[in-house]
């Protein structure tokens, strides 16, 4: 089975400049999380996704939003980017079969830098 | 508030000297505990999630373990291959919540 795939890997942005990062989920899996990853404040969650719903929302200005389509594929956009917003954004994705949690997988990354 | 801590932040053993990391949790309503490896540059790697105190779990030279407060991951006669960054993340008793990780412990194995 396929992994969690996201893209772009790396991103480079200027300041003010928005960005979409996209995220493909493991086949089968209904539920798509981001993260954003700095080495000040480790990993840090910022919205949950399943069947096309926003479940869960973390501490985040609403200059970070996302989405998800029919076929579990997610994208997450910032706009007006920020310094502060350089970071490793993460994609997990899981199978939310009952009432026990299911653990997340975690795609490889987008390492986003803004200048 | 809910939060995960992990000690050390950094470890550093010989080949094949066993050491235990630590990650201590104040959750409400713990609905599971997870351990991930995270190599640089990369995603974190799911190792074990455990749910409930008493129980344990292996895989090769890595054993967690759980209480109601904490959880270890032991390392058995590591090698060099196992250096990364272990992160502990917990997942508390409202359905619909995020995983909260803690910060992680950076464990470097030299041969």
């Known amino acids: 089975k396929a992994g969690v795939t996201q893209t772009p890997r790396y991103l480079i942005k200027t300041r003010g400049q928005q960005v979409t990062l996209s995220c493909s989920p493991i086949?089968?899996?209904?539920?798509v999380s981001w993260y954003q990853q700095t080495p000040g404040q480790g990993l840090q969650f910022l919205f949950e996704?399943?069947?096309?719903?926003?479940?869960n929302k973390g501490n985040f200005p609403g200059r970070f939003s996302g989405r998800q389509f029919s076929n579990s594929r997610s994208e997450m956009n910032v706009s007006t980017l920020e310094l502060g917003d350089s970071a490793l954004y993460l994609c997990?994705?899981?199978?939310?079969?009952?009432?026990?949690?299911?653990?997340?997988?975690f795609g490889p990354g987008t390492r986003l830098t803004v200048t | 508030e809910d939060q995960v801590t992990q000690s050390p932040e950094a470890l550093r053993l010989q080949e094949g000297e066993s050491s235990s990391l630590n990650c201590s949790y104040t959750v409400s309503g713990l609905r599971g505990l997870f351990w991930y490896r995270q190599d640089p540059g990369k995603g974190p790697e799911f190792l074990f999630t455990l749910y409930s105190a008493g129980e344990e779990k292996e895989k090769e030279r890595l054993k967690a373990t759980l209480t109601k407060k904490e959880s270890f991951l032991h390392i058995t006669a590591p090698k060099p291959e196992d250096s990364a960054t272990y992160l502990c993340?917990?997942?508390?008793?409202?359905?619909?919540?995020?995983?909260?990780f803690g910060k992680g412990t950076t464990l470097s194995v030299s041969s």
């Open positions: 993340a917990v997942h508390r008793g409202q359905a619909g919540t995020a995983l909260i």
């Open positions: 086949s089968g899996h209904r539920s």
């Open positions: 997990a994705s899981r199978n939310l079969r009952g009432t026990q949690e299911d653990e997340q997988y």
């Open positions: 996704y399943f069947s096309e719903t926003q479940r």
